[in-house]
């Protein structure tokens, strides 16, 4: 069974008599990964305390056989050389540094790749990319969904569906057709992207809602949240890669470091 990796973030949590600091992640992004007959495995945040016991990532990544960048809070700004939004909130550096530098580590490797929310955004901003850090300043009553609302968020923990446009030359394509229903929740989008990422996907208000890298690669980020279906064909496929470099690590295993 391919094992894939989920990035986790610090937050306080109740555990019966206990409140106190966990790595947490929400139990969709693991049944997600069960369902589409991947074993998850949680990878916890970095210490905030600034201590040099970083992780290694070439062998964080080799012990694995894919990756899921998890949603969250904001990305710092300055990790795209931008000030920050009177929006921009629930900023961890410590975990930026790790899943830009997971992003980075897979992508030489050949870690297969699925970038959600969040980690769609760190994709981006890990190859030169920057953001849009709140939409809403950037749209008008027209691109609302209908009822002038924001199509991309609903109120505080209540996802807004609504459609995208995928291009018919996209990898993504191949995957969920042209056209798809999705589960949203973000205030920021996607500025300029860098390579090897392009933008596969837009909404109704032409903001960008996907991207990929070319070639043979899984290098895919989206920023809805698929984790929300109860069956989805991204995380179908995440699995179906993961477990074609799980074989190819088993049966080569000379390439492990340099897969």
């Known amino acids: 069974m391919p094992l894939v990796g989920l990035t986790t973030y610090r937050q306080q949590a109740t555990f019966g008599p206990w409140d ?7 139990a969709t992004y ?18 905030e305390t600034g201590n ?22 904001d990305i ?5 050389r931008a000030r920050p939004h009177p929006e921009t909130g629930g900023v961890s550096r410590t975990r930026d540094q790790l899943e830009i530098a997971l992003a980075r580590g897979a992508a030489q490797l050949g870690v297969p790749v699925l970038g959600i929310c969040r980690g769609c955004q760190i994709l981006n901003v890990a190859f030169g990319g920057d953001l849009i850090q709140h939409l809403p300043d950037r749209l008008t009553p027209a691109d609302a969904g209908g009822d002038g609302l924001d199509i991309h968020r609903g109120g505080p923990g209540c996802f807004r569906d609504h459609e995208v446009h995928i291009s018919d030359k996209s990898g993504l394509s191949r995957i969920l057709g042209t056209r798809r ?10 500025g300029r992207t860098a390579q090897p990422m392009e933008p596969v996907a837009r909404a109704s208000d032409s903001t960008v809602e996907a991207i990929e890298a070319g070639g043979e690669s899984f290098l895919l980020g989206v920023l809805w949240h698929p984790e929300e279906e109860e069956a989805s064909a991204l995380f179908d496929k995440l699995v179906i890669a993961a477990a ?7 049966d080569n295993p000379e390439t492990k470091e340099n897969a």
């Open 20 to 26: 106190t600091e966990a790595a947490v992640l929400p």
């Open 30 to 47: 693991l049944r997600a990964v069960e369902r589409a007959g991947g074993q998850p495995i949680l990878i916890p945040p970095w210490s």
């Open 52 to 73: 040099d016991g970083h992780p290694d990532i070439q062998s964080l990544l080799t012990s694995i056989d894919a990756l899921v960048l998890t949603g969250g809070g």
């Open 76 to 80: 710092d700004p300055a990790t795209y």
């Open 181 to 190: 229903r999705i589960r949203s929740y973000h205030h920021q989008g996607l």
């Open 244 to 250: 074609r470099r799980r074989r190819m690590r088993i």
